[in-house]
């Protein structure tokens, strides 16, 4: 079940999905199960796309072939995605690269469902979310009708995920105090992210 009759690529891809997931352990998550649910579930959905779809599973330096495609390029680096943060992100295999971007979406969805669980008012739990977490997506597909989005503006939109790198690092290396500190002084976490890239702190 887990990596048995898996092709070399395949289990090392596995054991990355395994290392990403190991900070749910804790929370009792099983690692395994799940990194293998997921595995093979993201495996399904790019399988879907057409007949070359093994072939690309396995591509790396996708981004290459992105920064040469002006409308993938042109709307990211609007919004201060670089060329070379669109390489460093697509460097792996597609589908690690698939299966990373399903575990972030996973993780955003656990918040959601522990608030739901405890009863909190979802609106206001999203809006705190976005005030203090990143949250990776389409800025393109800010919906400023929707309620949750009121007290918002498009600088609070979502960020794309080639900047996941980048606002790691930052993460990690800035003191929780002084993450906390800027984000007082902005209307969500992606704000902040926003105007650091401008000031060239990010």
Do not use: C
Not at 34 to 41: G, L, N, Q, S, Y
Not at 176 to 193: G, I
Request: glycine share 4%.
């Amino acid at each position: 079940m887990f990596g048995f009759g898996m092709t070399p690529i395949d289990k090392a891809i596995l054991v990355q999905t395994e290392q990403m997931l190991s900070v749910y352990s804790q929370l009792g998550m099983n690692v395994k199960n799940t990194a293998r649910k997921i595995f093979d579930e993201v495996r399904k959905d790019l399988l879907g796309h057409g007949p070359d779809a093994v072939q690309r599973l396995y591509l790396e330096d996708l981004g290459h072939r992105f920064v040469e495609n002006p409308s993938y390029l042109k709307p990211r680096e609007r919004d201060s995605v670089t060329i070379e943060d669109i390489i460093e992100y697509w460097k792996p295999p597609a589908l690690l690269v698939a299966i990373s971007a399903r575990i972030v979406t996973m993780q955003q969805f656990m918040e959601l469902d522990a608030a739901r669980q405890q009863g909190k008012d979802l609106t206001e739990f999203m809006r705190h979310y976005r005030r203090h977490s990143p949250i990776f997506g389409d800025p393109e597909s800010w919906d400023a009708t929707l309620p949750v989005n009121a007290v918002f503006t498009k600088d609070d939109a979502d960020i794309y995920i080639e900047l996941f790198s980048r606002v790691s690092e930052w993460r990690q290396k800035t003191p929780l105090t002084d993450q906390h500190s800027l984000m007082e002084r902005h209307t969500s976490f992606n704000a902040m992210v926003r105007a650091l890239i401008k000031q060239g702190a990010l």
